[in-house]
């Protein structure tokens, strides 16, 4: 990361705990800048796991509706955007669980990473056949909504290491404490994800 | 792992993915900044990152929707205004005062409520931290009876207007997923929860526990707050929450709701 980036960083780790801060004292006003800095990036993570826009506001929605009820007790020495990103990321998989779960006869589970590779996880690997319902097809343009569709149909854990780049102040280091992985299985999974996704779309 | 990556000293695909990123070596970066093959692959890259990130952008309204659902949430606390909604909350303030009368009232008489579970606290946040219930659209996204906002003007920051709090009924068929540490018990946990006579199926495959269940509204209520005692985690906004009765419209009588829940683990990661 270069030094405007860190720099960058490190201010806004700091507004965060200046804000947690104030919202314990009572001030609510903080709550809505937290809410206002940091609810796009929540809803990112969420629509890249669940890939549809319902689910994800739903998602986004009860993410900060329970730091809102468990932000008195946070620790101030605690990053406020880590823990964020780990609710975003765990209601957003259980939705994303849930709704594969319902129509799980249309799935189509396999035992391996996708060939080529060298993903050390073993966890198995849901390829979704679903499509995304009729109504999201209007909401974007066309080269958008092709990249939705593949998104949706990547593996599961390609596709949560690609969503976790696009929130851009995520580093390698950061997505692998999230996902509980090496920083060389978040490298070849984002690049995996990126290889999948543009010979799909011909880019 | 590219066929597009064939030029003799090109890094790998993943490098220059990395690159992108602001992730690589040095000496990659030297090579790929000055090579036209790898400039390629890197253009290619930063058009799909443009599509995914765009195709990812949050609606608009959706800082303005969060805050009125945490107000929402607050239906114990006194209704105070949060000041950055501004003057348009005013005026809805008497709604929220005579809605959060109601909730304390349908509480009262609907009685039998769970102690609230406690939960311990752990040194570091985690999902643990944050409660088990949550609010957030049911099956019908723009009911009017939920709490959404809609911005005046589209923009994050304008006054917003706050429909006030409504008790909602639960839908004919309500899906949970919940959270627990182990599933060993979840089948004895639920056994002792269910009224008696409640017809209820289970199954059980690799990736956790599905259970069926025919029970009437109020029935699902306790359900839901016995399961929330037992130390499961609620990961789903859908009504009923855990020890939240002052947020459902009880029907009372004996229809029937169709209960489908799902028990994953929370430790796999
Ligand atoms: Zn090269």
Redesign the pocket.
């Known amino acids: 990361m270069s030094n405007a980036l860190a720099e960058e960083r490190e201010r806004s780790i700091l507004e965060d705990r200046e804000l947690v801060e104030r919202f314990k004292r009572g001030d609510q006003s903080a709550f809505a800048r937290l809410v206002d800095k940091h609810s796009a990036k929540a809803y990112q993570i969420a629509y890249g796991v669940v890939a549809n826009r319902e689910d994800a506001e739903e998602v986004t929605q009860d993410v900060f509706v329970r730091i809102h009820r468990a932000l008195p007790k946070f620790r101030g020495d605690a990053e406020f955007t880590t823990w964020m990103y780990r609710i975003a990321m765990n209601l957003a998989r259980n939705k994303y669980r849930w709704n594969k779960s319902r129509g799980s006869q249309r799935n189509v589970s396999i035992d391996a990473p996708l060939p080529g590779s060298d993903d050390d996880d073993g966890r198995h690997i849901d390829l979704a056949e679903t499509d995304l319902p009729p109504d999201e097809r209007n909401q974007v343009d066309e080269l958008e909504q092709q990249a939705l569709e593949e998104l949706y149909k990547l593996p599961e854990l390609y596709r949560e290491a690609l969503v976790l780049r696009n929130v851009k102040e995520l580093s390698y280091e950061d997505i692998s404490a999230l996902l509980g992985c090496k920083l060389g299985t978040v490298k070849s999974r984002i690049a995996r994800a990126r290889d999948e996704l543009r010979k799909r779309l011909g880019l | 792992m590219s066929e597009n990556v064939e030029?003799t000293?090109?890094p790998s695909f993943d490098s220059i993915s990395a690159y992108l990123d602001g992730e690589a070596e040095g000496q990659e970066t030297a090579?790929?900044e000055s090579?036209a093959?790898?400039q390629r692959i890197l253009a290619s890259l930063r058009t799909l990152d443009e599509v995914v990130t765009r195709s990812c952008q949050p609606p608009e309204g959706l800082s303005a929707r969060i805050l009125a659902a945490c107000s929402a949430d607050r239906e114990t606390a006194s209704p105070t205004i949060i000041p950055f909604w501004g003057r348009s909350l005013v005026r809805y303030a008497a709604a929220i005062v005579v809605t959060l009368g109601l909730a304390f009232a349908v509480k009262q008489t609907v009685g039998g409520t769970s102690p609230d579970h406690a939960s311990p606290t752990p040194p570091s946040p985690t999902i643990a931290d944050v409660g088990t219930g949550g609010i957030g659209p049911d099956s019908n996204p723009i009911d009017p009876g939920m709490t959404r906002v809609v911005s005046a003007d589209g923009g994050n920051t304008a006054p917003v207007n706050v429909m006030p709090v409504a008790k909602r009924l639960v839908t004919s068929q309500v899906s949970h997923v919940w959270g627990g540490k182990s599933l060993d018990r979840v089948e004895k946990d639920l056994s002792a929860q269910l009224p008696e006579g409640a017809k209820w199926g289970l199954t059980r495959d690799n990736a956790g526990v599905s259970i069926q269940a025919s029970l009437t509204d109020e029935q699902l209520q306790k359900l839901v707050n016995g399961i929330h005692a037992q130390g499961y985690d609620l990961f789903s906004p859908e009504l009923p929450q855990p020890n939240q009765e002052e947020r459902v419209k009880f029907l009372g009588g004996s229809k029937k709701i169709i209960y489908q829940a799902r028990f994953v683990n929370v430790n796999d990661n």
């Open positions: 030029q000293g090109c090579h790929i090579c093959h790898c």
